[in-house]
């Protein structure tokens, strides 16, 4: 009985989750230039809402922790662990204050409804994993941009998504070269959990019927340890959370 309802409400949330990409385009597109950056941005931040919640139609629970924590100014820095594709909409949403940029592949900035307009207009990084110069270029672009401008950076230190949900070690390249160009930024451990059950088998069909819960952990002023320490601290915080 689990196994058809995750057919059939997979074939629902996926039908709902591609018209939304799909509509919020032109719309997004539309917002932009006629209306200019600030409107495009709340056109994301509306898509991304029903994004997020759209994960309930294959009937899974979502739990919301620690989100008071978040800071009232920025910069900011997320270092969240990733799991799916659908990392993205709760930290877009939640963290919406702060405008968040990404540190993504370059290969989701093309083709994508919307969600590649948003990562190119969004001034996110797009690096090229083949390409380590050009890598830490963007990643030190997008780190002085957000202490001009006290927005946020999310970046994902494992490199790539974790299809069991263990948790890979953190690589420190990447939080290093934000921390050196945008050193009044405070760090924001994010912790998402469930995702990947979500995604037990795969893209399709999805494993209804999740408890996903996602949680921020209290925020680390950088300036009170040395660069190395507070990678390994951030991981050993979320590494705790997703083994408890």
């Known amino acids: 009985m689990h196994k058809f309802a995750d057919y059939i409400l997979s074939v629902i949330f ?10 919020f385009h032109p719309i997004q597109v539309g917002a932009h230039r006629l209306l ?4 495009r941005q709340r056109v994301v931040t509306a898509l991304n809402f029903l994004l997020l919640h759209s994960i309930r139609l294959s009937g899974s629970r979502l739990i919301f922790r620690g989100f008071n924590k978040i800071p009232r100014n920025g ?12 990392d993205i909409p709760v930290i877009v949403y939640r963290f919406r204050r702060f405008n ?32 380590r110069g050009q890598a830490v270029k963007e990643i030190i ?4 941009l957000i202490e001009t401008t006290g927005e946020a950076v999310c970046i994902f230190p494992e490199g790539t998504r974790s299809k069991t949900g263990k948790m890979k070690s953190f690589l420190p390249a990447g939080i290093s070269a ?9 760090i924001v451990p994010f912790v998402i959990d469930g995702h990947n059950r979500l995604m037990k088998h795969g893209a ?8 996903i819960t996602y949680t921020v952990l209290d925020p680390i002023e950088p300036s009170d340890f040395p660069d190395m320490e507070i990678v390994k601290i951030v991981e050993d915080r979320i590494r705790e959370v997703l083994e408890k």
Request: zero cysteines; charged letters at 20%.
């Open 14 to 23: 996926y039908f709902f989750f591609a018209l939304l990409l799909l509509l």
């Open 36 to 39: 200019g950056e600030p409107a």
């Open 75 to 86: 910069p900011v820095i997320i270092v969240s662990n990733h799991q799916s594709m659908f």
């Open 100 to 131: 968040p940029k990404f540190i993504s592949k370059r290969e989701l900035g093309k083709r994508l409804p919307s969600i590649s307009y948003n990562l190119r207009y969004g001034k996110s990084a797009l690096i090229d994993r083949s390409d």
């Open 141 to 144: 672009r997008v780190g002085r």
């Open 178 to 186: 934000l921390l050196r160009t945008s050193p009044s930024a405070v």
């Open 204 to 211: 399709f069909p999805l494993h209804t019927f999740q408890r």
